[in-house]
C-alpha cells in the first residue's frame, strides 16, 4: 500500500522507490483526487521540478487523478511558484508540484494545494486514510498540456518590479528549477547578472540545494567577496526559499530579509500587520513595530503561515527558513523568485548597500537552531510541560507554537518538530553571556520533563 510515515505535516516525502513507488504515487494521487471531488472541486494544476524520477511520478499521479474524475492541466517542469502562479492563471480549483524541496536527489514528494492554499496537517492525514479504506471516487477525467505558464510568470514578474537603476547580481540556483527564472527576470529588468548553476540538474553536482546554509552557498559567497557584485541570491531545489548574501559576502538570514522587505512595504502601508515565526529575532518584531506596523507571531511551517494570511488578509510575512510571503504586489504565496526581485528593488531604491540595511539594529547575540533528539510520541508532551512551568513561574510566554519565552534582553524558545523527533531549540539576547543562561534556563526544564 503506502508508507504512513510519508504523509508529513507539510507535504509528502520521501526516498524514491522506496517510500515513493509509481503504485504508491498512483494511490496518493487518488487519494487527493477523491479529497477535492468530494468538496465539489475537480481542476486540478500539476507540475514537477527536475529530479530524475519527477517526469514518472508526474505520469502515475496525473493517472491516478484521472480516475477519479478530476480534468489535469499538465504545466510541466517547473519552479514550485510557477506551479502556485498556474493555479492562479489558470483558474483551476486545485494544484499538485512534484517536487522534494531541498532534499537530496534520492527523495521526491508532493505538495497539493486546493487553490492557493496549501493542503496540509489533518487534510493531509485525511487523503492518507481515504488511501488506506480504498474509498476512492471515480470517473474519467480530461487532460490538457499547457506549456505558457513560464512566459506568463515572467512577464507579470517584469511588470511589477521597477528597478531606480540597474543592479549587479549573482545568481545561485543550486541546479533547480528557479534557474531557468531568475536570471532571465533579472535581465529584462535591466541588471547583469552571473549564474552559478543555473542548469536544470536533478542530481545536484554542485552543492545540495538548500541556499540558507553558508556550508552550500560557498561558492556564492566568495563571488560576492570579490566586490564586483550588489546583491548575491540563492533558491532552494523549488525556489520557494530565498537566501541573499550582501555586497561583502556575508549571509542575510531569513529574518533579516523579511526585515528589509516589512521596512519597505511600511513606508506606505502604515498600520498593516506583518507575520513571522516563532523562531524569529526580537529584532524583527521590534522593528515592525517601530515602522508602523503590527507585528504578529504564528506558527512555524510555510502552509501554517501562508493559510493565516490568507484567512486574515495580511499582506506580508515570512520564516526564519526563508519563505517569503508577499501579497503586496503579487498573490500571496511563498515565492522566492519574486521575493528576490523585490529585493533588488529595494536595494536600487536605497543609498544603502544590503549590508547597511539593518545597521541601525541593536546588536543581538544568537544560536543556530538546536536540535535535541526525543520520541515522536512523546515530543509534545515534553514540550506542554516546559509551557506550562514557564507560565507557572510567571514568565512572559507565546504559545502559538512550542513555547517562547521573552525577557527585557532577549528570549528562548523550545518547540516540538512537525516533521522530525526531536525538540529544536533557539536563543537570543544583547550579550553572549546572557544568551547562554537564557539557553541553560531552558536546557535545565527540558531536563527536569524529558
Known amino acids: 500500500m503506502v508508507n504512513p510515515d510519508i504523509f508529513r505535516q507539510y507535504d509528502i516525502r520521501g526516498v524514491v522507490d522506496v517510500d515513493l513507488t509509481n503504485e504508491s504515487v498512483f494511490l496518493i494521487a487518488k487519494g487527493f483526487g477523491t479529497y477535492i471531488r468530494r468538496q465539489g472541486l475537480k481542476t486540478v494544476a500539476l507540475g514537477g521540478d527536475a529530479r530524475l ?21 499538465d504545466v510541466g517542469i517547473m519552479a514550485t511558484p510557477v506551479l502556485y502562479y498556474s493555479i492562479w492563471k489558470l483558474k483551476t480549483d486545485a494544484g499538485a508540484m512534484i517536487t522534494a524541496s531541498h532534499n537530496p536527489p534520492e527523495y521526491n514528494g508532493i505538495k497539493l494545494n486546493r487553490g492557493l492554499v496549501s493542503v496540509y496537517g489533518e ?19 480530461t487532460l490538457t498540456t499547457n506549456n505558457e505558464m513560464h512566459e506568463f510568470y515572467m512577464d507579470y514578474i517584469v511588470k511589477s518590479v521597477h528597478l531606480a537603476k540597474p543592479m549587479k547580481c549573482v545568481v545561485d540556483a543550486g541546479n533547480g528549477t528557479g534557474g531557468i527564472y531568475l536570471p532571465e527576470i533579472l535581465k529584462r529588468l535591466g541588471c547583469e547578472v552571473k549564474e552559478m548553476y543555473c542548469e536544470m540538474d536533478g542530481t545536484f553536482p554542485n552543492h545540495h540545494p538548500d541556499p540558507t546554509v553558508l556550508e552550500y552557498v560557498a561558492d556564492l559567497v566568495a563571488e560576492m567577496k570579490t566586490g564586483k557584485w550588489d546583491a548575491g541570491l540563492g533558491l532552494d531545489g523549488d525556489a520557494d526559499r530565498i537566501g541573499l548574501i550582501d555586497e561583502k559576502g556575508s549571509m542575510v538570514y531569513g529574518d533579516q530579509v523579511l526585515n ?12 498593516q500587520r506583518v507575520v513571522a515565526d516563532v523562531k524569529c529575532s526580537k529584532n524583527l518584531f521590534d ?4 515602522h508602523g506596523g503590527v507585528p504578529i507571531m504564528y506558527k512555524t511551517g510555510h502552509a501554517n503561515i501562508k493559510g493565516y494570511m490568507a484567512d486574515n488578509g495580511i499582506k506580508m510575512g515570512g520564516e526564519m527558513s526563508g519563505h ?22 529595494i536595494a536600487s531604491k536605497s543609498d544603502k548597500k544590503i549590508s547597511e540595511m539593518l545597521a541601525d539594529e541593536p546588536k543581538m547575540f544568537n544560536t543556530p537552531e538546536i536540535r535535541f533528539d526525543t520520541q515522536e510520541e512523546t515530543k509534545f508532551s515534553h514540550v506542554e510541560k516546559v509551557t506550562q512551568s514557564f507560565k507557572d513561574d510567571g514568565y512572559d510566554v507565546n504559545d502559538i507554537d512550542g513555547v517562547r519565552v521573552t525577557f527585557p534582553d532577549g528570549w528562548g524558545l523550545v518547540r516540538a518538530s512537525n516533521t522530525q523527533p526531536v525538540l529544536v531549540m533557539r536563543f537570543e ?10 539557553q541553560k534556563l531552558f536546557e535545565d526544564r527540558l531536563k527536569r520533563f524529558a
Open 53 to 73: 524520477s519527477t517526469p514518472r511520478y508526474k505520469e502515475h499521479f496525473c493517472k491516478g487523478l484521472l480516475e477519479t474524475g478530476c480534468d489535469v492541466v
Open 123 to 141: 487534510e493531509i492525514q485525511d487523503i492518507l486514510h481515504l488511501i488506506q479504506a480504498q474509498d476512492f471516487e471515480s470517473g474519467n477525467g
Open 260 to 271: 528589509i522587505l516589512a521596512r519597505d512595504y511600511l513606508k506606505d502601508n502604515k498600520g
Open 287 to 290: 522593528d515592525i513595530k517601530k
Open 324 to 345: 517569503m510571503f508577499i501579497g503586496d504586489r503579487y498573490l500571496g504565496y511563498d515565492d522566492a523568485i519574486y521575493a528576490c526581485t523585490r529585493i533588488v528593488e
Open 429 to 438: 539576547a544583547t550579550t553572549e553571556a546572557r544568551m547562554l543562561e537564557i
